[in-house]
């Protein structure tokens, strides 16, 4: 059974730093590129960040380039968000998010997701 | 960043209807887009993929249509289990952006 286990999140004030990880079982983890989505309460949801299955390969929204880093360990079946220079806007729950379902054209789409941790940015 | 754009932004029905949420593209996103559910408290579920293709698990119910900019997900028949918040997504570039959302509330 595929499993997301998001940790890390908590309050921070503006101008702080936080990582969240997110824990991985139930499939190969090195064969699957890994994003985090976010969600502040009660608002949609925005891509924030995906890394490539061997983390050669990383891309960022453009709220959040710059202050956030994506990696991942893949021994150690790990994916970690690094974010930096919070601001209040960032306050969301973060999600792990598995691109999985792959199509014949090679269009892979988010198949299965973590639960969230909540990152509260206020002084 | 290509922009979508989700009409309604609430939709009120009572079970046994049918539900038809619309989701407009900026630009065109070919059939790359994604159909998400999402409960409260709950993590987004995937409904549909490349515009008409259901996810594993998926009820026959649900079904999508669309290419290029304008895209529909069609509930043949709410069962209570459906009134949801239903989000579109963008796949075909970087930023996967998604659409602010579609609330199906009980009537």
């Known amino acids: 059974e595929v499993q997301l286990v998001e940790s890390g999140g908590g309050l921070v004030q503006p101008g702080g730093s936080l990582r969240l990880s997110c824990a991985a079982s139930?499939?190969?983890?090195?064969?699957?590129?890994m994003h985090w989505v976010r969600q502040p309460p009660g608002r949609g949801l925005e891509s924030v960040s995906v890394i490539s299955g061997n983390g050669g390969s990383t891309y960022y929204g453009n709220s959040v380039k710059g202050r956030f880093t994506i990696s991942r360990d893949n021994p150690k079946n790990t994916l970690y968000l690094q974010m930096g220079s919070l601001r209040p806007e960032d306050m969301a729950v973060y999600y792990c998010?598995?691109?999985?379902?792959?199509?014949?054209?090679?269009?892979?789409?988010?198949?299965?997701w973590g639960q969230g941790t909540l990152v509260t940015v206020s002084s | 960043e290509i922009v979508l754009t989700q009409s309604p932004a609430t939709l009120s029905l009572s079970p046994g209807e049918r539900a038809t949420l619309s989701c407009r593209a900026s630009q065109s996103v070919s059939s790359y887009l994604a159909w998400f559910q999402q409960k409260p408290g709950q993590a987004p579920r995937l409904l549909i993929y490349?515009?008409?293709n259901r996810a594993t698990g998926i009820p026959a119910r649900f079904s999508g249509s669309g290419s290029g900019t304008d895209f529909t997900l069609t509930i043949s028949s709410l069962e209570p289990e459906d009134f949801a918040v239903y989000y579109c997504q963008n796949r075909s570039n970087w930023p996967w952006t998604f659409g602010q959302g579609t609330k199906v509330e009980i009537k």
């Open positions: 490349d515009a008409s």
């Open positions: 998010v598995r691109e999985g379902l792959r199509t014949t054209d090679g269009h892979n789409y988010l198949d299965y």
């Open positions: 139930g499939f190969t983890f090195s064969n699957y590129p």
